[in-house]
């Protein structure tokens, strides 16, 4: 960032581990030419010392509204009207959701609410407070409130967890800031399909299967994460929509594969991670099938469903980058390869759903990533893992595979 003199920062600092990285940050705004002031929250002091950025800055730093000496003079409304710019990092669940509902009861949501400065925030939490419904709310509303979000980023967190949350690192808020931000999947348009499709066999009964769209979800969160802009197609399954992810819900195949085609029409990267039932009922009865004292034995007709994730890949025109998921209980290298050749695909991610703890229903999981590299099939083993971070492995590596594509 090139300096900038003259201009004012008020860098408002949250409750937060990530609160030690704003030390460096407030050093970095300095050597880029901002003239910085510092509002801490009360349970940011437990976290960093006021005095260590009194130091990097030269400026005392507030941390209460009901500071009889600053507040002689209204001072909490003259700092609103000196900055150019509020930055917040780390932002906490909590003060986002202060924030969203237009809270002022203490001195940084004050300012805020007293400022008609630009303002920015880093948010910092937990990958299940990230993901939380309530937070991708006050997200929601924070960007139409005009709040630049920069960040979560995705990776390991203090609290052992894996996935989006993390506090954007120094730099990279900086250029956040001057809007040079770019994210590995910057703009990418990716569509994720998740969870299991259920086949009607009456009003009452279908075919499905045990897939939890654990997978799927984490996936979307993760290439949020990274910077696309992301469709989730969803069967039907008990998980809240990630946060910054546009969710199409479905229950058939034949939904499902309408929905994927669609969609299909603009997009760059088609992963096929539902659980997509095989077959369905040839003709699903209209009213409930009733059981019969005189049978010990039903016939139903069965019939395939259509091959999704084969069809996205036969595409003459609009073609994006495919990745399906391979599922096995046996031979997972071999039917992986299988699949991979035989459908066209891109890339393949076989995991064995038969190993006690992964898979369906898990919060972890192990895969082969396979992929073709002119006559040759490459693979990247996974070994087991949290789902988010195995998801982000498979859109790390999809991304050298499609760089080369996506910017000819």
Known sequence: MSALPGKRILLGIGAGIAAYKSAHLARLLKQAGFEVRVVMT?????????LTLQALTGEAVRTSLLDPEAEAGMGHIELARWADRILIAPATADLMARLAHGQADDLLTTLCLASHAEKFMAPAMNQAMWSHPATARNARQLTEDGWHLLGPDSGDQACGDVGPGRMLEPE??????????KRPAEGLKVVITAGPTREALDPVRYLSNHSSGKMGYALATAAVALGAVVHLISGPVALPTPSGVTRHDVESADDMLAAAERLADDCDLFIGCAAVADYRAEAPAEHKLKKRDDENAMTLRLVKNPDIIARIAARDARRPFVIGFAAETRDLERYGRDKLTRKQLDMVVANDVSRAGLGFGADDNAAVLLWRDG???????????????????????ALTRLAPLHHA
């Open 172 to 181: 990279d808020i900086m250029a956040g800031l001057s809007g040079a931000v």
């Open 42 to 50: 009360e349970g940011a002091q437990a976290f960093i010392a006021p």
């Open 375 to 397: 006559d040759a099939i490459d693979r990247d083993p996974q070994p087991p893992q949290p789902k988010s971070r195995l998801a982000e492995a498979i859109l790390r590596r």
